[in-house]
């Protein structure tokens, strides 16, 4: 009796896990399996194409310096947006999570978050109507100024990081605030009564607690920027070649899958590995 | 420094803060009403961006191509993901721990490599492109969100309560149907709306998985963006923005994401 229970039951477990499970298998477990296999193919086994296995494509990765620089200079852009994104981010959470009080800060948050949610390409889209040469940027500054000036940020690395800060910011926003929410507010009036001056209290007490929270926020903006493609596309024009963007090219322009493939996985390593030395900071910042 | 001095130029940050979010969507809306095709000013009100958006068939198809794929992407997503969700609150069994660190994969890999390995895999399977692989590809980037979403809502449900409505005689699909489902109805649907802007603003996958001339409205907004801007853009692209920006303000409404509630 009991025996069929328990199978009942696992029937049931079964059959309430196994449809969403199996999905996430089909769309994204086994094609990056998929992809493993063809990175060490030397042509698509598709059609009457002639293909053996090889390791040529990883080869390439490691005898060029080409693609090891793009690697390297799209892991510096993420390391600058996310720098620039922590440091404008997290003062930003401060006030909604200390300073400003009741209903209104539940206002402000929503509104801070919600372009996030919104339609990312479009965001884009948006900065590089502002940026252009002869764009709103410059048309604004000339009437506040007293003199004339030029200014075309489009196409170069400074409208890419702009996109990519404005794309990702509210990210380090929502993880800092919920870590500094957290915080008792006793803790802070028990340091300042103790004689501590602001400094040392920021410094001290709020952030070592809302460490954690930071580098969560930190991790998941430096994650999708090192492999953007379309911000720089858009608007870093000629400058803006990136590692993303030469994987792209693979799959749309060249068609050379499997060394887009192979880029793709030297890619997914390199992310593997910042998650992997994050996530014990990321599992405290759940909690 | 004084404390009100502090407090002042931290609202004064926010404010920079929001000023930098909205202006260029602000710009971009602005300029979508302008009648002059080069964005030149004075402004000229004008909707004839808008007009001419209606009478383009190939944005109106993509459109509708768009909307039909969320809402496919939102019916499956939402079924599946609030089963799973149930599951993952009701039972305890081995693995358990291991299909919740599943659910990371498809938010933390850059879509760039989630897009491009399963356009391999489909086509290796003799799918390829076309609306049945982003449909499928949008799902799976949905269902984790659906889960995280509902169980975050479940976490508030007093289990004692399916106990009782069982003691009281009450079948396993009976108890899920009038006890549970009811409680979290709000969960599942902020997942739902959460499932259509994912899939709705997907730009990534779709542009993988599309047929060329066969495209969602991002992927066409971004072939378009490459040959040059067009004021039509910031109109098709100002509807889009105002459309999910209302799906998440629901999203929000009906849970308490971000809220302290």
Same mark, same amino acid.
């Given at each position: 009796?009991?025996?069929?229970?328990?199978?009942?039951?696992?029937?049931?477990?079964?059959?309430?896990?196994?449809?969403?499970?199996?999905?996430?298998?089909?769309?994204?477990?086994?094609?990056?399996?998929?992809?493993?296999?063809?990175?060490?193919?030397?042509?698509?086994?598709?059609?009457?194409?002639?293909?053996?296995?090889?390791?040529?494509?990883?080869?390439?990765?490691?005898?060029?310096?080409?693609?090891?620089?793009?690697?390297?200079?799209?892991?510096?852009?993420?390391?600058?947006?996310?720098?620039?994104?922590?440091?404008?981010?997290?003062?930003?959470?401060?006030?909604?999570?200390?300073?400003?009080?009741?209903?209104?800060?539940?206002?402000?948050?929503?509104?801070?978050?919600?372009?996030?949610?919104?339609?990312?390409?479009?965001?884009?889209?948006?900065?590089?109507?502002?940026?252009?040469?002869?764009?709103?940027?410059?048309?604004?500054?000339?009437?506040?100024?007293?003199?004339?000036?030029?200014?075309?940020?489009?196409?170069?690395?400074?409208?890419?990081?702009?996109?990519?800060?404005?794309?990702?910011?509210?990210?380090?926003?929502?993880?800092?605030?919920?870590?500094?929410?957290?915080?008792?507010?006793?803790?802070?009036?028990?340091?300042?009564?103790?004689?501590?001056?602001?400094?040392?209290?920021?410094?001290?007490?709020?952030?070592?607690?809302?460490?954690?929270?930071?580098?969560?926020?930190?991790?998941?903006?430096?994650?999708?920027?090192?492999?953007?493609?379309?911000?720089?596309?858009?608007?870093?024009?000629?400058?803006?070649?990136?590692?993303?963007?030469?994987?792209?090219?693979?799959?749309?322009?060249?068609?050379?899958?499997?060394?887009?493939?192979?880029?793709?996985?030297?890619?997914?390593?390199?992310?593997?590995?910042?998650?992997?030395?994050?996530?014990?900071?990321?599992?405290?910042?759940?909690? | 420094?004084?404390?009100?001095?502090?407090?002042?130029?931290?609202?004064?940050?926010?404010?920079?803060?929001?000023?930098?979010?909205?202006?260029?969507?602000?710009?971009?809306?602005?300029?979508?009403?302008?009648?002059?095709?080069?964005?030149?000013?004075?402004?000229?009100?004008?909707?004839?961006?808008?007009?001419?958006?209606?009478?383009?068939? *190939?944005?109106?198809?993509?459109?509708?191509? +768009?909307?039909? $794929? &969320?809402? @496919?992407?939102?019916?499956? !997503?939402?079924?599946?993901?609030?089963?799973?969700?149930?599951?993952?609150?009701?039972?305890?069994?081995?693995?358990?721990?291991?299909?919740?660190?599943?659910?990371?994969?498809?938010?933390?890999?850059?879509?760039?490599?989630?897009?491009?390995?399963?356009?391999?895999?489909?086509?290796?399977?003799?799918?390829?492109?076309?609306?049945?692989?982003?449909?499928?590809?949008?799902?799976?980037?949905?269902?984790?969100?659906?889960?995280?979403?509902?169980?975050?809502?479940?976490?508030?449900?007093?289990?004692?309560?399916?106990?009782?409505?069982?003691?009281?005689?009450?079948?396993?699909?009976?108890?899920?149907? *009038?006890?549970?489902?009811?409680?979290?109805? +709000?969960?599942? $649907? &902020?997942? @739902?709306?959460?499932?259509? !802007?994912?899939?709705?603003?997907?730009?990534?996958?779709?542009?993988?998985?599309?047929?060329?001339?066969?495209?969602?409205?991002?992927?066409?907004?971004?072939?378009?963006?490459?040959?040059?801007?067009?004021?039509?853009?910031?109109?098709?692209?100002?509807?889009?923005?105002?459309?999910?920006?209302?799906?998440?303000?629901?999203?929000?409404?009906?849970?308490?994401?971000?809220?302290?509630?």
């Amino acid at each position: 009796m009991s025996a069929n229970l328990a199978n009942q039951e696992r029937l049931r477990i079964f059959g309430l896990l196994s449809p969403a499970y199996l999905w996430l298998t089909v769309a994204i477990f086994l094609p990056l399996s998929a992809m493993l296999y063809f990175s060490f193919l030397s042509d698509v086994p598709f059609g009457d194409a002639d293909w053996h296995h090889t390791t040529k494509n990883y080869q390439a990765f490691f005898q060029t310096k080409t693609y090891a620089t793009l690697l390297w200079k799209s892991i510096r852009l993420g390391l600058t947006v996310t720098a620039v994104a922590v440091l404008v981010g997290f003062p930003c959470a401060y006030v909604l999570a200390k300073t400003i009080k009741g209903r209104s800060r539940e206002a402000l948050f929503l509104l801070v978050i919600l372009p996030f949610w919104s339609n990312s390409l479009v965001r884009i889209f948006s900065w590089a109507i502002v940026l252009r040469g002869n764009g709103v940027l410059e048309l604004g500054l000339n009437a506040i100024l007293p003199f004339q000036v030029d200014v075309n940020l489009m196409f170069s690395t400074p409208a890419v990081v702009i996109g990519l800060v404005h794309s990702y910011l509210p990210y380090v926003i929502l993880t800092s605030y919920l870590a500094l929410q957290a915080i008792d507010d006793n803790l802070i009036d028990a340091a300042r009564s103790m004689g501590a001056n602001k400094l040392t209290i920021l410094w001290r007490v709020i952030l070592p607690l809302s460490l954690p929270g930071l580098l969560a926020g930190a991790v998941l903006i430096f994650v999708p920027v090192v492999g953007s493609f379309m911000e720089p596309r858009i608007l870093g024009g000629r400058v803006g070649t990136y590692y993303g963007t030469v994987i792209e090219d693979q799959f749309v322009a060249v068609f050379n899958w499997p060394l887009g493939a192979a880029l793709s996985f030297i890619l997914l390593a390199v992310v593997l590995l910042i998650l992997a030395i994050a996530s014990p900071v990321l599992k405290r910042a759940q909690t | 420094m004084s404390g009100v001095f502090l407090a002042r130029l931290g609202k004064l940050w926010l404010a920079c803060i929001l000023f930098f979010l909205y202006a260029p969507i602000a710009v971009m809306a602005f300029m979508s009403f302008n009648a002059s095709q080069y964005y030149q000013l004075p402004f000229d009100f004008s909707l004839k961006w808008y007009e001419k958006l209606a009478g383009n068939q *190939e944005i109106v198809d993509a459109a509708t191509r +768009s909307v039909m $794929i &969320a809402l @496919a992407t939102t019916v499956i !997503a939402t079924i599946l993901g609030t089963a799973a969700s149930v599951a993952l609150f009701r039972y305890e069994f081995r693995g358990k721990r291991f299909l919740q660190v599943m659910l990371f994969p498809p938010i933390a890999i850059p879509w760039l490599i989630t897009g491009t390995a399963m356009l391999i895999f489909f086509f290796g399977v003799g799918l390829g492109r076309g609306t049945p692989s982003v449909i499928i590809g949008h799902v799976a980037l949905a269902l984790p969100y659906v889960i995280v979403v509902v169980s975050a809502r479940l976490a508030t449900f007093d289990a004692t309560l399916e106990e009782a409505a069982r003691s009281l005689g009450a079948d396993s699909w009976t108890v899920t149907r *009038e006890v549970t489902l009811p409680w979290i109805s +709000s969960g599942v $649907i &902020a997942g @739902a709306l959460f499932a259509f !802007a994912v899939s709705f603003d997907q730009f990534v996958v779709s542009y993988f998985l599309s047929e060329p001339g066969d495209s969602t409205l991002p992927v066409l907004i971004y072939t378009s963006i490459r040959k040059g801007f067009t004021p039509e853009i910031n109109a098709i692209s100002t509807i889009i923005i105002v459309v999910s920006m209302a799906v998440m303000l629901f999203a929000a409404r009906f849970s308490n994401f971000g809220g302290e509630r």
